[in-house]
Each structure stands twice: as C-alpha cells, then as structure tokens.
C-alpha cells in the first residue's frame, strides 16, 4: 500500500538569548513555572547545579553564606563571595571592596541564571573570575497571577511563597516575599528569615523606559553550631559546640537595596544608565567577640552597546561608593559588651 502526502515544510528559528548570539563564552539557565512550582529552592546551590564553570556550595545554614566560584575563582574567600561579580536584576550583589552578599536574593523566585566567562566577563569591572547574572523578573507576556507555595521538611523546616504579577498592559510589576524557619539537623541550627521584592519596568516610549527593582533581607537569627572534633562528630553529630553555646554564635541581619536603570535605543546604539543603593546591618556574635558592622554602598553605571554585521562593540563607565562602620565587643554571652575595635 502506497500513500501519497503533500509536502511537509519544517522551518527551525534558533533560540537566542536576549536576542543576541552566544558570541562569548556564557551558560545560560531559564526556569519554567513548572521547575519553580516544583522544587523548594531553598539554596542556589539546588537551581544551579549543572551549569558549566559554576560551582555552588550550600553551608546547609544560613549563617554561612553559600561558596561560589566560577572556573576556581572565588574558593579563597573565607567568608561572602570574593573574585567574581553578582547582579540580581541588572542591579550588582557586588560592592566596591569586591564582595557579595546573596542571601537577600531568594532562589525561588530565580527565573534566569547566566554564567559569563572569559574575556567578556571585564566589561564588568573586577570580576576577574566571571559574572553570575541572575533575575527574577517574569516573562513580558505573563498574565495576571498570584502564585503561593508551602514547603515543609524534616527539622521544624517551613517555607512559604508568595508572588504577585498584575497585568498592567504594557507596563510590568512583580512583587515576591518568602518566610523561612528552620530548627535544623543539629543544635543551635536555629534560622528565621524573611525576603521580599520587587521588579518593575515602565514603559516610556518606543524602546525607552524606566526598570526599579528593590530586594530586603530581614533575618533576625541564624544560629551557628560549628564545627566537631572527629570523634564527637561520629558519636553525637546533632550537637554543637560547648563554646559556640556559651557566647551564642550566629548572625542577625537586615539588608535592602533599591536601583533603577534608565534604557533607551539611541541612534549610536543602545543606552543603558543605572543607579542603585545598598544598606546592610549586621550583628555577628562570635566566640569570644560581637562584631557590628553598619554598611552603606552603592554606585552608578553607564553603557553604551551596538553592532553591525562583522563588529559588536560596547562602552561604559563604572563607579562605586562603599562606607563601613565596624566596630567589635567583647562578648558577654553573645551580646556586645566592652568596645574593642572602632573602625
């Protein structure tokens, strides 16, 4: 038996990102609703895991921040992320002394990961090891939608999502907010951690407008427990430290950042002006010492990019601004008592 059929024409369109060819060496990651409906996400660690030249390693508490390198850039920092450069938005993690601090960005509401290696990545300044580009912004079609997610876990953990993007027409808005708790494996793992944020983009004319993102951190503990000789760690791992109890060793941090990028299609090519401003308090009680730092920073950027058929070419100018107020005590049970360093 023989059948005859019309001829079938297939056309394949090749995906791009951002509309442009992967002209450098970059990995790219995009989230479906579905991958973030699914899965708790609650280290980057867990969203990230598989991109080429990026490893992330959770510390499974939060107050430890997670270890990041790209290519081995970044494994020295003993504490923060140190070697390459973080933006969240389009707006930097990374302020001027070269660390980040990405504990105010919650990974379940990461919608895009790109990792830059290479020569492209020192249009970025210091980021001598790579660029992390992460955003939470959702698609420009996306309908009006509220989205709640509960997640609950072994170890008193709970987590609770919640996401709101009206539909505004041409304009977009998302506003986001999570609380976490979590008791932990072992003693002393306690955490309370509350994230929020917003992402906007107004529409000011035929490829001209306006984008304002704003992220908070509020974290009011994250216990330590430390570390363990080898033999307590194998007869009694679920405990802490004797030391770590005695000056009650952990963190409490409130971080925001606020910024604005102005962008527009000029006829050299395509402008891009961004301002952003950082606040970060931290009171960090460590054996024997309480440390208080107070952190204000910030910066502004400017680009210039465009193409042709054989020449793509990009311009900008960078500055930041960092002010730190740290001082530390001496400990009386974890809460600061005689001044030791004003700095």
Do not use: C
């Not at 990995?27 to 992330?56: K, M």
């Not at 109890?245 to 299609?265: H, I, M, N, R």
């Amino acid at each position: 038996m023989e059948v005859e059929m019309a001829p079938v024409e297939v056309t394949a369109t090749p995906f791009r990102i951002a509309n442009e060819s992967a002209s450098f060496s970059a990995s790219v990651r995009t989230r479906t609703d579905q991958a973030i409906n699914s899965t708790p996400s609650l280290s980057l660690e867990e969203i990230t895991t598989g991109l080429p030249g990026l490893s992330v390693q959770s510390r499974t508490h939060f107050a430890l921040g997670d270890r990041i390198t790209i290519r081995g850039f970044g494994w020295r920092a003993q504490f923060g992320v140190r070697g390459i450069q973080m933006t969240l938005d389009g707006i930097p993690l990374t302020v001027a002394d070269g660390q980040s601090v990405v504990h105010v960005l919650d990974p379940s509401f990461v919608r895009s990961i790109e990792v830059i290696r290479g020569p492209a990545s020192t249009f970025w300044g210091n980021a001598s090891g790579g660029v992390l580009s992460l955003s939470t912004r959702p698609s420009s079609n996306a309908a009006h939608t509220v989205r709640l997610k509960q997640a609950v876990g072994s170890y008193g953990l709970s987590k609770t999502d919640v996401q709101v993007t009206p539909n505004l027409g041409k304009h977009q808005l998302s506003v986001y907010s999570s609380y976490l708790t979590q008791e932990g494996f072992r003693q002393h793992s306690d955490t309370r951690l509350l994230r929020s944020g917003f992402t906007s983009d107004i529409v000011l004319g035929d490829a001209r407008g306006l984008r304002v993102i704003g992220a908070l951190q509020y974290m009011p503990r994250a216990d330590s427990p430390g570390s363990l000789e080898e033999e307590t760690a194998q007869q009694t791992p679920e405990q802490a430290r004797e030391t770590i109890l005695d000056f009650d060793v952990g963190k409490e941090v409130t971080q925001g950042q606020l910024g604005a990028t102005y962008y527009d299609e000029l006829s050299p090519g395509t402008l891009n002006a961004t301002a952003y401003g950082i606040v970060r308090d931290l009171e960090n009680p460590i054996p024997f010492n309480v440390i208080d730092l107070n952190r204000r920073a910030g910066g502004v950027r400017l680009t210039l990019d465009n193409q042709t058929s054989s020449v793509k070419w990009g311009v900008g100018v960078e500055g930041k601004l960092q002010h730190d107020e740290r001082m530390e005590f001496t400990s009386d049970g974890g809460a600061p008592d005689s001044l030791l360093i004003d700095q």
